[in-house]
T-cell receptor
Framework: DSGVTQTPKHLITATGQRVTLRCSPR?????VYWYQQSLDQGLQFLIQYYNGEERAKGNILERFSAQQFPDLHSELNLSSLELGDSALYFC?????????????FGPGTRLTVT | GEDVEQSLFLSVREGDSSVINCTYT??????LYWYKQEPGAGLQLLTY?????DMKQDQRLTVLLNKKDKHLSLRIADTQTGDSAIYFCAEQGSQGNLIFGKGTKLSVKP
Protein backbone atom coordinates (compact mmCIF):
# COMPACT_ATOMS: atom_id res chain seq x y z
CA ASP A 1 0.00 0.00 0.00
CA SER A 2 1.60 3.24 -1.21
CA GLY A 3 -0.54 5.50 0.98
CA VAL A 4 -2.04 7.22 -2.07
CA THR A 5 -5.79 6.71 -2.42
CA GLN A 6 -7.94 7.13 -5.49
CA THR A 7 -11.69 7.01 -5.90
CA PRO A 8 -13.66 5.60 -7.52
CA LYS A 9 -11.93 2.35 -8.45
CA HIS A 10 -14.09 1.85 -11.53
CA LEU A 11 -16.24 4.25 -13.50
CA ILE A 12 -18.49 3.46 -16.47
CA THR A 13 -20.09 6.33 -18.31
CA ALA A 14 -21.40 7.31 -21.73
CA THR A 15 -19.84 9.45 -24.43
CA GLY A 16 -20.38 13.16 -23.94
CA GLN A 17 -20.57 12.90 -20.16
CA ARG A 18 -18.36 14.48 -17.51
CA VAL A 19 -16.62 12.70 -14.63
CA THR A 20 -14.44 13.63 -11.68
CA LEU A 21 -11.64 11.45 -10.38
CA ARG A 22 -10.31 12.00 -6.91
CA CYS A 23 -6.85 11.49 -5.41
CA SER A 24 -5.55 11.85 -1.85
CA PRO A 25 -1.76 12.00 -1.63
CA ARG A 26 0.40 10.33 1.01
CA UNK A 27 0.51 12.16 4.30
CA UNK A 28 3.09 14.93 4.06
CA UNK A 29 3.32 14.92 0.26
CA UNK A 30 2.71 18.27 -1.41
CA UNK A 31 2.94 17.25 -5.04
CA VAL A 32 0.34 15.35 -7.08
CA TYR A 33 0.85 14.03 -10.60
CA TRP A 34 -1.82 12.61 -12.90
CA TYR A 35 -1.02 9.94 -15.50
CA GLN A 36 -3.14 8.13 -18.09
CA GLN A 37 -2.45 4.50 -19.01
CA SER A 38 -3.97 3.21 -22.23
CA LEU A 39 -3.16 0.26 -24.44
CA ASP A 40 -2.05 2.32 -27.41
CA GLN A 41 -0.33 5.27 -25.68
CA GLY A 42 1.11 3.53 -22.63
CA LEU A 43 1.66 5.65 -19.52
CA GLN A 44 1.44 9.37 -20.27
CA PHE A 45 1.93 12.28 -17.93
CA LEU A 46 -1.03 14.64 -17.83
CA ILE A 47 -0.49 17.35 -15.22
CA GLN A 48 1.19 18.14 -11.91
CA TYR A 49 0.19 20.26 -8.93
CA TYR A 50 2.40 21.35 -6.09
CA ASN A 51 0.93 22.81 -2.92
CA GLY A 52 -2.21 23.94 -4.72
CA GLU A 53 -0.60 25.38 -7.83
CA GLU A 54 -0.22 23.93 -11.29
CA ARG A 55 3.46 23.15 -11.87
CA ALA A 56 3.75 21.19 -15.09
CA LYS A 57 1.60 20.12 -17.99
CA GLY A 58 2.01 17.13 -20.23
CA ASN A 59 -0.24 15.66 -22.89
CA ILE A 60 -3.45 16.83 -21.30
CA LEU A 61 -6.42 17.51 -23.56
CA GLU A 62 -8.29 20.79 -23.28
CA ARG A 63 -11.39 18.79 -22.28
CA PHE A 64 -9.51 17.71 -19.16
CA SER A 65 -8.73 19.88 -16.16
CA ALA A 66 -7.46 19.37 -12.64
CA GLN A 67 -7.07 21.17 -9.36
CA GLN A 68 -5.49 20.67 -5.99
CA PHE A 69 -7.35 21.79 -2.91
CA PRO A 70 -6.05 23.33 0.34
CA ASP A 71 -6.14 19.90 2.02
CA LEU A 72 -3.88 18.75 -0.86
CA HIS A 73 -6.27 16.27 -2.38
CA SER A 74 -6.63 16.60 -6.13
CA GLU A 75 -9.40 16.11 -8.65
CA LEU A 76 -9.12 15.38 -12.36
CA ASN A 77 -12.15 16.46 -14.37
CA LEU A 78 -12.79 14.85 -17.74
CA SER A 79 -15.56 16.31 -19.89
CA SER A 80 -17.19 15.64 -23.28
CA LEU A 81 -15.94 12.10 -22.93
CA GLU A 82 -15.02 10.08 -25.99
CA LEU A 83 -14.51 6.34 -26.42
CA GLY A 84 -10.77 6.94 -26.65
CA ASP A 85 -10.71 8.37 -23.12
CA SER A 86 -11.25 4.88 -21.74
CA ALA A 87 -8.10 4.18 -19.75
CA LEU A 88 -6.60 3.73 -16.32
CA TYR A 89 -5.96 7.03 -14.61
CA PHE A 90 -3.28 7.10 -11.95
CA CYS A 91 -2.28 9.75 -9.55
CA UNK A 92 1.10 9.80 -7.86
CA UNK A 93 2.38 11.91 -5.01
CA UNK A 94 5.78 13.06 -3.85
CA UNK A 95 7.12 15.24 -1.06
CA UNK A 96 8.51 17.89 -3.37
CA UNK A 97 8.66 18.79 -7.00
CA UNK A 98 11.27 18.03 -9.62
CA UNK A 99 13.99 15.37 -9.74
CA UNK A 100 15.19 13.52 -6.63
CA UNK A 101 11.68 13.05 -5.25
CA UNK A 102 10.25 9.56 -5.67
CA UNK A 103 6.69 9.33 -6.88
CA UNK A 104 4.31 6.89 -5.20
CA PHE A 105 1.32 5.75 -7.20
CA GLY A 106 -2.27 5.14 -6.21
CA PRO A 107 -4.21 2.04 -7.35
CA GLY A 108 -5.80 3.91 -10.25
CA THR A 109 -9.30 4.60 -11.51
CA ARG A 110 -10.43 2.51 -14.47
CA LEU A 111 -12.64 4.63 -16.72
CA THR A 112 -14.79 2.95 -19.36
CA VAL A 113 -16.62 5.18 -21.81
CA THR A 114 -19.41 3.44 -23.75
CA GLY B 1 12.81 14.47 -27.46
CA GLU B 2 12.42 12.36 -24.36
CA ASP B 3 11.77 8.68 -25.04
CA VAL B 4 12.19 5.37 -23.22
CA GLU B 5 12.37 2.01 -24.99
CA GLN B 6 12.15 -1.47 -23.57
CA SER B 7 11.39 -4.92 -24.94
CA LEU B 8 7.80 -6.05 -24.48
CA PHE B 9 8.18 -9.62 -23.24
CA LEU B 10 10.54 -11.79 -21.22
CA SER B 11 10.03 -15.39 -20.16
CA VAL B 12 12.23 -17.17 -17.62
CA ARG B 13 12.16 -20.30 -15.50
CA GLU B 14 11.67 -20.11 -11.75
CA GLY B 15 15.04 -19.81 -9.99
CA ASP B 16 16.80 -18.25 -13.00
CA SER B 17 17.90 -14.63 -13.19
CA SER B 18 15.83 -12.16 -15.21
CA VAL B 19 17.38 -9.19 -16.96
CA ILE B 20 15.11 -6.43 -18.23
CA ASN B 21 16.72 -3.82 -20.44
CA CYS B 22 15.82 -0.23 -21.19
CA THR B 23 17.25 2.62 -23.23
CA TYR B 24 16.48 6.28 -22.67
CA THR B 25 17.22 9.45 -24.57
CA UNK B 26 17.46 12.32 -22.10
CA UNK B 27 21.07 12.45 -20.91
CA UNK B 28 20.16 15.13 -18.36
CA UNK B 29 17.91 12.73 -16.41
CA UNK B 30 19.24 12.68 -12.88
CA UNK B 31 17.21 9.73 -11.65
CA LEU B 32 16.06 6.58 -13.41
CA TYR B 33 13.39 4.32 -11.97
CA TRP B 34 11.98 0.84 -12.13
CA TYR B 35 8.31 0.27 -11.34
CA LYS B 36 6.38 -2.99 -11.13
CA GLN B 37 2.71 -3.40 -12.07
CA GLU B 38 0.83 -6.54 -11.13
CA PRO B 39 -2.46 -7.37 -12.87
CA GLY B 40 -5.23 -4.99 -11.82
CA ALA B 41 -2.91 -3.06 -9.54
CA GLY B 42 -1.14 0.26 -9.47
CA LEU B 43 2.55 0.95 -10.00
CA GLN B 44 4.91 -0.06 -7.25
CA LEU B 45 8.25 1.73 -7.01
CA LEU B 46 10.89 -1.01 -7.00
CA THR B 47 14.12 0.88 -7.05
CA TYR B 48 15.88 3.85 -8.59
CA UNK B 49 19.40 4.89 -9.44
CA UNK B 50 21.05 8.27 -9.41
CA UNK B 51 22.76 9.15 -12.68
CA UNK B 52 26.24 9.39 -11.16
CA UNK B 53 26.08 5.72 -10.09
CA ASP B 54 26.93 2.68 -12.22
CA MET B 55 25.24 0.08 -10.09
CA LYS B 56 22.81 -0.27 -7.23
CA GLN B 57 21.95 -3.47 -5.41
CA ASP B 58 18.88 -3.98 -3.27
CA GLN B 59 18.37 -7.58 -2.09
CA ARG B 60 17.48 -9.60 -5.22
CA LEU B 61 17.47 -6.52 -7.45
CA THR B 62 20.52 -5.12 -9.23
CA VAL B 63 20.31 -2.01 -11.37
CA LEU B 64 23.07 -1.30 -13.88
CA LEU B 65 23.43 2.05 -15.59
CA ASN B 66 25.57 2.78 -18.63
CA LYS B 67 25.34 6.53 -19.08
CA LYS B 68 27.45 6.57 -22.23
CA ASP B 69 25.04 4.24 -24.02
CA LYS B 70 21.98 5.51 -22.09
CA HIS B 71 21.21 1.95 -21.14
CA LEU B 72 19.59 0.79 -17.92
CA SER B 73 18.97 -2.77 -16.80
CA LEU B 74 17.20 -4.48 -13.94
CA ARG B 75 18.39 -7.90 -12.85
CA ILE B 76 16.18 -10.02 -10.62
CA ALA B 77 18.06 -12.89 -9.01
CA ASP B 78 16.36 -16.19 -8.21
CA THR B 79 13.17 -15.17 -10.02
CA GLN B 80 9.97 -16.44 -8.44
CA THR B 81 6.45 -16.88 -9.84
CA GLY B 82 5.43 -13.91 -7.67
CA ASP B 83 7.76 -11.74 -9.76
CA SER B 84 5.47 -12.19 -12.78
CA ALA B 85 4.32 -8.69 -13.64
CA ILE B 86 4.93 -5.79 -16.02
CA TYR B 87 8.11 -3.85 -15.30
CA PHE B 88 8.39 -0.22 -16.34
CA CYS B 89 11.56 1.75 -16.79
CA ALA B 90 11.15 5.51 -16.33
CA GLU B 91 13.31 8.58 -16.63
CA GLN B 92 12.54 11.89 -15.05
CA GLY B 93 11.59 14.54 -17.57
CA SER B 94 12.57 18.16 -17.53
CA GLN B 95 9.41 19.07 -15.61
CA GLY B 96 9.96 16.40 -12.95
CA ASN B 97 7.34 14.11 -14.43
CA LEU B 98 8.13 10.50 -15.21
CA ILE B 99 8.52 9.30 -18.80
CA PHE B 100 7.76 5.61 -19.01
CA GLY B 101 8.64 2.88 -21.43
CA LYS B 102 5.85 0.63 -22.70
CA GLY B 103 6.69 -1.98 -20.05
CA THR B 104 8.20 -5.47 -20.18
CA LYS B 105 5.88 -8.32 -19.31
CA LEU B 106 7.84 -10.87 -17.28
CA SER B 107 6.46 -14.40 -17.24
CA VAL B 108 7.98 -16.85 -14.79
CA LYS B 109 7.44 -20.53 -15.55
CA PRO B 110 7.59 -23.07 -12.70
Amino acid sequence: DSGVTQTPKHLITATGQRVTLRCSPRSGDLSVYWYQQSLDQGLQFLIQYYNGEERAKGNILERFSAQQFPDLHSELNLSSLELGDSALYFCASSIGTGPSYEQYFGPGTRLTVT
Amino acid sequence: GEDVEQSLFLSVREGDSSVINCTYTDSSSTYLYWYKQEPGAGLQLLTYIFSNMDMKQDQRLTVLLNKKDKHLSLRIADTQTGDSAIYFCAEQGSQGNLIFGKGTKLSVKP
